[in-house]
């Protein structure tokens, strides 16, 4: 497709039960993020990956949370256990590395996660 | 470390009007700057960057920044907003020479343009 496609666009469940989210980047682009945002807050970053490196998991809140990246494409943000304050809209962005792209992200429409 | 503040949480403008959203940023090094909006019901976009180069950067939708090193600052402007402009503004960085790629994005301002 011409974007990032984010699925479920909309998710509830109820507290202790596992989700999982899936993000398809833009077709070529090396480097995924995942961040949360929180109803009145901003966005906080959770998870970065740069083509074949190490991920960036420095900003997972909880061992609950876990992310891969396969064959360098497709994404899934698994959440295990979930909490109450795990409620947010889970955002994937995608982009080009380096040079003149740096910096410019391209987003999906999110994944509203609503825990019971 | 890197961190980027927005001090209003709304700013209110009349269309016609010049129109300015605030940001002030700290890291340990040299910033990438960048702001994106967020449009109800819409993903966030891209909008402008500061790189290196001049200070004011100019971007989609007529809006414009200015990187200000003294004040770490990077305010948003636009000499004429338009209703269509009110969304959901959020400023970034990133630190221009380590490792840490992923953007820092501040809470957003809420700008709300009045016919």
């Known amino acids: 497709g011409a974007g990032v496609s984010q699925s479920p666009s909309n998710k509830v469940t109820e507290k202790g039960k596992d989700v999982e989210l899936r993000c398809d980047p833009i077709?070529?682009?090396?480097?995924l993020y995942w961040y949360r945002q929180s109803l009145g807050q901003g966005l906080e970053f959770l998870i970065y990956?740069?083509?074949?490196?190490?991920?960036?998991k420095s900003g997972l809140p909880s061992d609950r949370f876990s992310a891969e990246r396969t064959g360098g494409s497709v994404s899934t943000l698994t959440i295990q256990r979930t909490q109450q304050e795990d409620s947010a809209v889970y955002l994937c962005?995608?982009?080009?590395?380096?040079?003149?792209?740096?910096?410019?992200?391209?987003f999906g429409e999110g994944s509203r996660l609503t825990v019971l | 470390a890197q961190s980027v503040a927005q001090p209003e949480d709304q700013v209110n403008v009349a269309e016609g009007n010049p129109l300015t959203v605030k940001c002030t940023y700290s890291?340990?090094?040299?910033?990438?700057l960048f702001w994106y909006v967020q449009y109800p019901n819409r993903g966030l976009q891209f909008l402008l960057k500061?790189?290196?180069?001049?200070?004011l950067v100019k971007g989609s939708y007529g809006f414009e920044a200015e990187f200000n090193k003294s004040q770490t600052s990077f305010h948003l402007k636009k000499p004429s907003a338009l209703v269509s402009d009110s969304a959901l503004y959020f400023c970034?960085?990133?630190?221009?020479?380590?490792?840490?790629?992923?953007?820092?994005f501040g809470s957003g301002t809420r700008l709300q343009v009045q016919p």
């Open positions: 962005a995608s982009s080009l590395a380096g040079g003149p792209n740096t910096g410019e992200l391209f």
């Open positions: 077709s070529g682009h090396t480097a």
């Open positions: 990956f740069q083509g074949n490196s190490a991920p960036d």
């Open positions: 890291v340990s090094g040299n910033p990438y």
């Open positions: 500061y790189i290196t180069g001049d200070n």
């Open positions: 970034a960085v990133r630190v221009m020479d380590t490792g840490r790629r992923a953007l820092t």
